[in-house]
Each structure stands twice: as structure tokens, then as C-alpha cells.
């Protein structure tokens, strides 16, 4: 099992930058693949970012390719999202979260999620 927490969000300006970390402070994260999820109130979770258990591969969401990018770090046992070219729209509450299952778009074969960071982007 593992417990994960995210932090860095906040206030920033739009087109600005944030970014964000995934840290377990139990487990290990290292053979999972992981997952970056955004919600905001009244709509469902949104994949926003996948990454492979080694790093070596990733992919995003259209509407935040090529201004996020996720990256991980397994012997600090904590994953990223750096954000560049922040948008009123990338208001929300972000979660990661550890995946199980195969489908790495769906928030349903992820098992583990981390209380969430919420980032407000004002225009």
C-alpha cells in the first residue's frame, strides 16, 4: 500500500508557472506507474498527466501538451508536475495517484491518490 501527498499548489497569475510534487511517506512508489488528475467542483476527475514506473515514457492531456510535464524520481520516492503557461483553466484541485490496472486515463485503475493540492490561476 501506498500513502501519497501532494503539495506546491497556490495563487498564481495566468501564464506563470507552479509546480507541483508527489511524495509517499509510506510505501515506495517505484513500481507503480503514476498519475496526475485534476478536478474541479460539479465535473469529474480529469487525467491531466501518466508517467511509466521508470520514467521513461509519459503522456498528457491535449489541453495541457506542451506546457505540463511530469517526471518522477523514484529514489526520493516522489513524482512532478512542473506547469508553465498557467491558464484560468487549469483551476482545480490536483490529485496524483498510483495506478494498478492498465488503463492509464481513467482514474478508476488508480488505487492509491493523495488528498489533492488545489491551484487557482487568476486572469
Known amino acids: 500500500q501506498v500513502q501519497l501527498g501532494e503539495s506546491g499548489g497556490g495563487l498564481v497569475q495566468a501564464g506563470g508557472s507552479l509546480g507541483l510534487s508527489c511524495a509517499a511517506s509510506r510505501g515506495t512508489i517505484s513500481t507503480y506507474a503514476m498519475g496526475w488528475f485534476r478536478q474541479v467542483p460539479g465535473k469529474e476527475r480529469e487525467f491531466v498527466a501518466a508517467i511509466s514506473w521508470s520514467g521513461g515514457n509519459t503522456d498528457y492531456a491535449d489541453s495541457v501538451k506542451g506546457r505540463f510535464t511530469c517526471s518522477r524520481d523514484n529514489g526520493k520516492n516522489t513524482m512532478y508536475l512542473q506547469m508553465n503557461s498557467l491558464k484560468p483553466e487549469d483551476t482545480a484541485v490536483y490529485y496524483c495517484?498510483?495506478?494498478?490496472?492498465?488503463?492509464?486515463?481513467?482514474?478508476?485503475?488508480?488505487?492509491?491518490w493523495g488528498q489533492g493540492t488545489q491551484v487557482t490561476v487568476s486572469s
Open positions: 495517484a498510483a495506478r494498478r490496472g492498465s488503463r492509464k486515463y481513467s482514474s478508476i485503475d488508480y488505487a492509491y
